[in-house]
């Protein structure tokens, strides 16, 4: 009964695959990504587990949501199925958005979409563009939990992908495609990220332009001090190349205010 529900929380949530399962421990993994799970008992009466990912997103990515669960020696205890099935889904969340898996993605649609191409080297260009920002997009949204980076809002609809460093400006499919280049934000914090009117420091703490006087803050709800809901040393280097290319940039501004 114990391996059954484990299977079928790791089914529901981003391991849909039973690699191992025997008395004492089930090994889950997932055909979406290539992150494995190892789950061991440790009480069965309370339902306690414990977990080790492999291939997976790092303990710093997990233990920003799950502080409490983590336990010495880089592994997570969960009690009940509840705690269970959302560790297993954050960090399937984490395993589909972490690099490289949208650039691999990218790569296999391209790949395909090579074999039977639009009718003009500009058409497949765009489509190739289309699909590398919607690939980017679903990375960040599994990256962040569906909300945004700054204020916790969980509106899809509302919701914008916002590269750090450009598409036009990237060096790579990999740069362009790569979670850490870029944040979830709402749609007013995205015009003003990708117009150089805000940035973030190194800490994550929002930094607005002059031009965004008090009156302006106040309008817009930005009056208190608002900051990412956390930050990984991977997002700096991207962070510095936005405050000193884009922020408070008028060349950058009417370049973006064009492509838009």
């Keep these: 009964l114990e391996r059954a529900l484990i299977e079928k929380a790791g089914y529901a949530n981003g391991f849909e695959h039973a690699i191992e399962s025997s008395t004492t421990r089930v090994i889950l993994g997932s055909a979406r990504h290539r992150s494995r799970v190892l789950i061991t008992p440790l009480d069965t009466k309370r339902m306690a587990w414990r977990l080790e990912f492999v291939n997976g997103p790092s303990m710093v990515e997990l233990s920003r949501s799950f502080a409490a669960q983590v336990r010495p020696g880089s592994f997570f205890e969960?009690?009940?199925?509840?705690?269970?099935?959302?560790l297993l889904r954050r960090a399937a969340e984490l395993?589909?958005?972490?690099?490289?898996?949208?650039?691999?993605?990218?790569?296999?649609?391209?790949?395909?979409?090579?074999?039977?191409?639009?009718?003009?080297?500009?058409?497949?260009?765009?489509?190739?563009?289309?699909i590398g920002q919607d690939l980017f997009r679903q990375a960040l949204l599994e990256y962040w939990g569906g909300a945004c980076a700054v204020t916790g809002i969980a509106v899809p609809?509302?919701?914008?992908?916002?590269?750090?460093?450009?598409?036009?400006?990237?060096?790579?499919?990999?740069?362009?495609?790569?979670?850490?280049?870029?944040?979830?934000?709402?749609?007013h914090l995205d015009a003003l990220f990708d117009r150089g009117?805000?940035?973030?420091?190194?800490?994550?703490?929002?930094?607005?332009?002059?031009?965004?006087?008090?009156?302006?803050?106040?309008?817009?709800?930005l009056a208190k001090r608002l900051q990412?809901?956390?930050?990984?040393?991977?997002?700096?280097?991207?962070?510095?190349?936005?405050?000193?290319?884009?922020?408070?940039?008028?060349?950058?501004?009417?370049?973006?205010?064009?492509?838009?």
């Design 78 to 86: 969960t009690i009940g199925e509840t705690e269970l099935s959302r």
């Design 95 to 130: 395993a589909m958005s972490l690099p490289t898996h949208a650039e691999d993605r990218y790569t296999q649609a391209c790949a395909k979409l090579d074999q039977n191409p639009p009718p003009s080297t500009e058409a497949l260009r765009l489509t190739k563009q289309r």
């Design 157 to 187: 609809e509302i919701l914008r992908a916002s590269h750090a460093k450009p598409w036009a400006g990237c060096d790579s499919d990999g740069e362009r495609l790569n979670v850490f280049n870029g944040f979830l934000l709402c749609a």
């Design 197 to 221: 009117l805000m940035t973030f420091s190194t800490d994550g703490t929002a930094i607005f332009s002059h031009r965004i006087d008090e009156a302006d803050k106040q309008r817009l709800g």
């Design 228 to 260: 990412l809901r956390w930050i990984a040393d991977e997002h700096q280097p991207f962070l510095e190349w936005h405050r000193s290319n884009v922020f408070e940039t008028t060349e950058f501004t009417v370049s973006a205010s064009r492509r838009a």
